[in-house]
């Protein structure tokens, strides 16, 4: 299933960098152990998503807002859960952050699904600086 999503983003090309440009905001930026970027920003527009080593990208999307969306922690429960649903054909791209408030267990990466399957999570390595600015960003509610 790996390989589908490798030949499905190096079709789409794109441009990956360590922050977002400058007229955008960023919400998510994290490196992965595999020294990948998974960054999500803002620029008022569009939501755009980023995969891949800087200089060398593997995928970039870029949607308009209202195509986006989030899932946003309700205040109730242990896992404190948000996300940034960035969809693409039948691939949606979950950027996500998760604490669990009574083991203090957290992460956060991205979750590939194609039609409803998970194909893959790619994780932050937590070693490495992290920006998430996840929670409140104003996007219409995950279905």
Same mark, same amino acid.
């Given at each position: 299933?790996? $390989?589908?999503?490798?030949?499905?983003?190096?079709?789409? *090309?794109?441009? =990956?960098?360590?922050?977002c440009?400058? %007229? @955008? +905001?960023?919400? !998510? @930026? #994290?490196t992965?152990?595999? &020294? $990948?970027?998974? /960054?999500? #920003?803002?620029?008022?527009? %569009?939501i755009?998503? +980023?995969f891949?080593?800087?200089?060398?990208?593997?995928?970039?999307?870029? =949607?308009?807002?209202?195509?986006? @969306?989030?899932? /946003?922690? @309700?205040? !109730?429960?242990? &896992?404190?859960?948000?996300?940034?649903?960035?969809?693409?054909?039948?691939?949606?791209?979950?950027?996500?952050? &998760?604490?669990? $408030?009574?083991?203090?267990?957290? *992460?956060?990466g991205?979750?590939?699904? /194609?039609? *409803?399957?998970?194909?893959?999570?790619?994780? #932050?390595?937590?070693?490495?600086?992290?920006?998430?600015?996840?929670?409140?960003?104003?996007? $219409?509610? +995950?279905?």
């Amino acid at each position: 299933m790996k $390989k589908i999503i490798v030949l499905i983003a190096m079709s789409l *090309g794109g441009y =990956v960098s360590a922050a977002c440009p400058s %007229s @955008s +905001t960023t919400i !998510f @930026s #994290c490196t992965t152990s595999n &020294n $990948k970027i998974i /960054q999500v #920003c803002d620029d008022k527009k %569009s939501i755009s998503y +980023t995969f891949g080593r800087t200089n060398q990208p593997e995928l970039s999307i870029s =949607v308009p807002r209202n195509r986006a @969306s989030t899932y /946003q922690w @309700s205040g !109730f429960g242990r &896992n404190m859960n948000y996300t940034v649903n960035i969809p693409n054909g039948s691939t949606t791209y979950r950027v996500f952050s &998760n604490i669990d $408030k009574f083991d203090e267990y957290s *992460g956060a990466g991205v979750e590939v699904e /194609q039609n *409803g399957n998970l194909l893959a999570t790619v994780k #932050c390595d937590e070693s490495k600086p992290l920006i998430n600015n996840i929670e409140g960003i104003n996007l $219409k509610p +995950t279905e």
